[in-house]
């Protein structure tokens, strides 16, 4: 009768081995796995900006080519609402979730730095509790006491892009070199809305670029061009243009877009011209070390 030997198991030796090789696997496919996400997320916010490019030109083709003004005397019984496309627009979207880039849905309340260009702006985390109950009317809420809803997103309008019939009070064209109709030359070049880091602001040839990728949400350093000027998706934000075009667009193409009417007093034409502020957009060594790298996509 034959005796069987003991079973061997794994040695010491071999099991580390094992969990060295599951670790360096681990390491190739992490990295992978977040592109992975990351390409799912940008995809989702280029849907996301094709269904805002189908709701104003919803809101456009119902005023004739017109967009709501920047601020607003016709929405909450007459009060004066900053930023009017939040609440105006909210009849077509019917929900908060399209007002997100799936990249930024971390709201600012909670604690995130809101210099992060991935965090969601918040209207509640703007003002505070510091104003009074008349200067609530200059933002969008729904609900009574005390059970208000904010309005929150990451995306923002440009607000030369508006019939300008009533922003500040004024008369039509009170803030020059808006688009007052959509139905101008060149749609394909003038975006409308997309990755921002406050609900929308008024971007101008003049605005230099930002330092730092971390700078205060209302753009501070360099002008307002810098609410779009965001580390978002891999140095690149998503825009809707006024053609209804969605596309990707590399940081400092930002500065080749036609944000405005306004021409440069030199050369007559849109853009940079020979302001010198930036002497070549194409050239890397031009810009601040942290938008160097990037990409210049087709537009």
């Given at each position: ?46 849907q ?27 929405w909450?019984?007459?009060?004066f ?27 600012w309340?909670?604690?995130l ?99 730092t ?87």
């Amino acid at each position: 009768m034959s005796v069987k030997g003991k079973r061997k198991g794994f040695t010491l030796i071999e099991l580390l081995v094992v969990i060295a090789i599951i670790a360096l696997l681990m390491s190739i496919l992490m990295p992978a796995l977040r592109n992975v996400r990351e390409q799912a997320r940008n995809s989702m916010c280029m849907q996301r900006l094709q269904q805002w490019g189908l709701m104003f030109n919803m809101y456009a083709s119902e005023w004739d080519g017109g967009m709501m003004d920047w601020a607003e005397y016709a929405w909450a019984g007459g009060e004066f609402v900053e930023h009017a496309w939040v609440p105006m627009m909210y009849e077509y979207a019917k929900g908060y979730e399209v007002y997100l880039c799936p990249s930024a849905t971390e709201l600012w309340q909670y604690g995130l730095d809101p210099r992060d260009p991935k965090a969601a702006w918040d209207f509640q985390f703007i003002i505070g509790g510091e104003l009074s109950l008349a200067d609530w009317y200059w933002y969008y809420r729904t609900g009574t006491p005390p059970n208000y809803v904010y309005a929150y997103g990451s995306y923002g309008k440009n607000g030369f892009i508006s019939t300008n019939k009533d922003t500040w009070g004024g008369e039509p064209d009170s803030i020059p070199w808006t688009f007052q109709n959509i139905r101008v030359r060149g749609t394909s070049e003038i975006p409308l809305h997309g990755d921002c880091s406050l609900m929308g602001g008024f971007p101008t040839i003049y605005d230099t670029p930002s330092p730092t990728s971390l700078k205060h949400v209302y753009g501070g350093e360099g002008g307002e061009i810098n609410r779009w000027n965001l580390d978002r998706h891999h140095l690149s934000v998503n825009l809707v243009f006024l053609d209804w075009s969605v596309r990707k667009v590399g940081l400092r193409q930002l500065w080749a877009l036609r944000w405005t009417k306004q021409k440069d007093p030199g050369t007559g034409q849109s853009g940079w011209g020979d302001l010198n502020i930036v002497p070549d957009w194409n050239n890397p060594l031009d810009w601040p070390e942290w938008m160097r790298n990037s990409k210049n996509y087709d537009l």
